[in-house]
């Protein structure tokens, strides 16, 4: 696999013959990333289930299928809603593992945990490279390039996508095939678990008759209070559903009582605030 480089002179990409890249998946996060990739200089085409959402990226070509966008490219990046959604794009009918060719690296950048990754690994055609990618961060930062990116994989298909990557936030290296997606997992566990708690701290407050506005400085000053600020983003989207089926993928792992708790509490509130940002979970539970 030939490496991409970024040129020093002004920021751009400078390619060999590998410069094309596939994007598939253009939901709340995917479309900005998209969009920088194609602003950065590369051959973007993307594939979404809603051709609507591909059409809204500038200046990339839209595939009518996952694998008409893989065919003949270098990188393939998905960024999907959860295993099964990977599992249908990847191997089903039209799917990319018929049509990716050998010395190409899929890129997977959803949060389906290691055992999902583990089996891609084993389902993609020989020759083909895996880089599990999973991101921290919320639309805000996937539009302003400030993502973190938790990337596991073989040396040298990680450091091939790499300046790709890099137009997407920072690269933090976590080790081998999985080890990225693993760290999702403890980073994601960490807010979701750590924003469901803000909700029962801010309803004990109410009960002790402390007044919301000394429990908002309370918090703020706190060893939470990253975690308030996140409550509080406005340039923030990651579904609650999405929130619960991160951590219902964490808690496979480990004993996590104080997690599964959490799950729970989400699960249970999710009727009356489907569809909201994960901060939603810092108000009071009713």
């Not at 890099?166 to 693993?182: I, K, W």
């Amino acid at each position: 696999m030939r490496n991409i480089r970024l040129s020093h002179v002004g920021g751009g990409p400078s390619f060999g013959a590998m410069h094309t890249i596939a994007f598939l998946g253009l939901g709340h996060m995917g479309l900005p990333m998209a969009g920088r990739l194609v602003a950065a200089g590369y051959e973007v085409t993307v594939w979404n289930r809603t051709r609507a959402k591909a059409v809204a990226v500038p200046g990339a070509r839209v595939a009518d299928t996952p694998a008409k966008a893989v065919a003949g490219v270098d990188v393939v990046l998905t960024m999907l809603a959860d295993p099964a959604a990977v599992d249908a794009v990847v191997f089903g009918p039209d799917g990319v593992a018929g049509a990716i060719r050998p010395g190409t690296v899929l890129v997977e950048m959803s949060t389906i945990g290691p055992t999902a990754v583990a089996g891609l690994a084993r389902g993609l055609p020989e020759g083909v490279g895996l880089v599990d990618a999973p991101v921290g961060g919320s639309t805000g930062a996937a539009g302003r390039g400030e993502l973190t990116v938790f990337t596991g994989g073989a040396d040298a298909d990680v450091a091939a996508v790499t300046p790709v990557l890099e137009r997407l936030g920072t690269v933090l290296r976590c080790g081998g095939p999985g080890a990225g997606a693993a760290a999702k997992l403890v980073r994601i566990t960490a807010m979701v678990s750590g924003v469901t708690l803000l909700g029962e701290l801010r309803a004990i407050g109410a009960a002790l008759a402390v007044p919301a506005e000394l429990t908002e400085r309370l918090l703020a000053n706190g060893p939470l209070a990253a975690l308030v600020e996140r409550s509080k983003g406005t340039d923030s989207h990651f579904a609650v559903e999405l929130a619960a089926k991160d951590l219902g993928l964490a808690v496979e792992h480990a004993d996590a009582p104080i997690a599964r708790a959490a799950l729970e509490r989400i699960r249970s509130t999710l009727p009356r605030i489907s569809g909201r940002d994960v901060g939603a979970l810092a108000n009071p539970p009713e």
